[in-house]
């Protein structure tokens, strides 16, 4: 098995994908990750649409800017496309008023449950994108998200077809401060 280290820093934005299917025991796996991610007072916020209809995917395709997204065929080329949708007015909310300064606290534990899924398909072989730079309306509207959902990412994932080198990364020191900013 592969270190946890060695996890995070090998997973990359990956944009292309070979013709495979992803076997439905790697899909629970991935899936099952997300289910013991942390949330707010345990509230699970999320919901999540797997999507492997490729019209329903080229329908999606068609939310994306035709230029300014790298991610545009990898919306229909994954085998796989997992729409992460969020329940509203229910992370950060106690009795229907939010908690805190920052309101409704559902985009922290979608990000958390999306590293998750996105760490546990790396250490399958696979590779994910998060796509963010879309109609999000739209895109709802064709999975028919209901009322009190918000259809949040989009993330293709599949086996990587090619992967690119690492980014270059601020070192712990420039981003790190002690007892105050």
Known sequence: MQDFMDIIKGRRSVRKYENREIPQEILNEVLEA???APSWTNNQCW???????RS?????QQTLPPKG???IKSIVDAPVLLAVCAKMRNSGFYKDLATTKFGDW???DLGIACQNLC???YRHGLGTVIVG???HVKAAETLKVPEGYEQVVLIPMGYP???????KRREVEEFTHYNTF
């Open 47 to 53: 919901e999540i649409i797997i999507v492997k209809d």
């Open 106 to 108: 559902f985009m922290f």
């Open 34 to 36: 997300v289910k013991w």
């Open 161 to 167: 077809a090619k992967i690119s080198n690492a980014p």
């Open 119 to 121: 760490l546990t398909a």
């Open 69 to 71: 997204n790298p991610a």
């Open 133 to 135: 730079l879309y109609d």
């Open 56 to 60: 329903i995917r080229e329908k999606l």
